[in-house]
């Protein structure tokens, strides 16, 4: 074996060190935001020189990519797992409703919904000055909103979202909705009650969820 083989543990290492990294950078992005972020600070918090990691990325602005695309995949993959148990443990329209489609929009103030969409926002809004970030977000969100379509499809198959509706527009709106609750955020005293705004998501459930018992045979 010569002496420039790298074995199977230095790759586990360097993969953990590159993981380590992003997990120290996506912190201290939600503690600083990206202005703040030091490589110095990086390297100090995760325990390894500024070199380190240079050694995995090209400069900051690739380190924070990495992060923001972690960040981004994370979040969303929740919300799709989410439908996707909701689709194969619930028997009505009404439950997966309540299991699935509205929850987090039901609860606009919770603080790790809040969370979420921000951290999304913010990948976003670098992926304004980063060419590489926003084509790697535009591929993975394409990727993401084909399995939130075929989700919505398999719920027209079972009888639970009407099948008149696009599936890909079905998709496509519960994540927009999700992310545009940062406008709730902002709207302070100008924001309706609660009960106001899940009255209006019944409304809007109720054009895109149908029960089984009124499906078509």
Same mark, same amino acid.
Request: net charge negative; glycine share 8%; no cysteine.
């Given at each position: 074996m010569s002496d420039d083989t790298v074995s199977d543990g230095e790759v586990a290492e360097s993969d953990s060190t590159r993981e380590r990294l992003i997990e120290v950078t996506i912190q201290l992005l939600d503690q600083r935001g990206n202005h703040a972020l030091r490589l110095a600070d990086v390297a100090r918090e995760a325990g390894v020189a500024v070199s380190t990691i240079y050694a995995h990325f090209r400069d900051r602005t690739d380190l924070v990519a990495a992060a923001r695309l972690v960040q981004f995949k994370a979040h969303a993959d929740v919300a799709l797992e989410v439908v996707e148990q909701a689709l194969m443990a619930v028997d009505s329209s009404d439950d997966l409703a309540t299991a699935a489609f509205w929850p987090s929009l039901r609860s606009p103030d919770d603080e790790q919904g809040r969370s979420r969409r921000w951290d999304r926002i913010e990948a976003i809004a670098d992926a304004r000055h980063i060419p590489e970030l926003k084509a790697q977000l535009e591929a993975m969100q394409s *990727? +993401?909103? &084909?399995?939130?379509?075929? #989700?919505? @499809?398999? /719920?027209?198959?079972?009888?639970?979202?009407?099948?008149?509706?696009?599936?890909?527009?079905?998709?496509?709106?519960?994540?927009?909705?999700?992310?545009?609750?940062?406008?709730?955020?902002?709207?302070?005293?100008?924001?309706? *009650? +609660?009960? &106001?705004?899940?009255?209006? #998501?019944? @409304?809007? /459930?109720?054009?895109?969820?149908?029960?089984?018992?009124?499906?078509?045979?």
């Open positions: *990727t +993401l909103t &084909a399995r939130a379509t075929d #989700l919505a @499809r398999r /719920g027209q198959e079972l009888g639970m979202v009407d099948p008149s509706v696009d599936p890909a527009a079905v998709a496509l709106l519960t994540q927009v909705l999700r992310l545009g609750l940062a406008l709730w955020d902002l709207s302070g005293d100008a924001r309706p *009650t +609660l009960e &106001a705004w899940s009255a209006l #998501l019944d @409304r809007i /459930g109720g054009i895109i969820l149908v029960d089984p018992a009124d499906a078509p045979v």
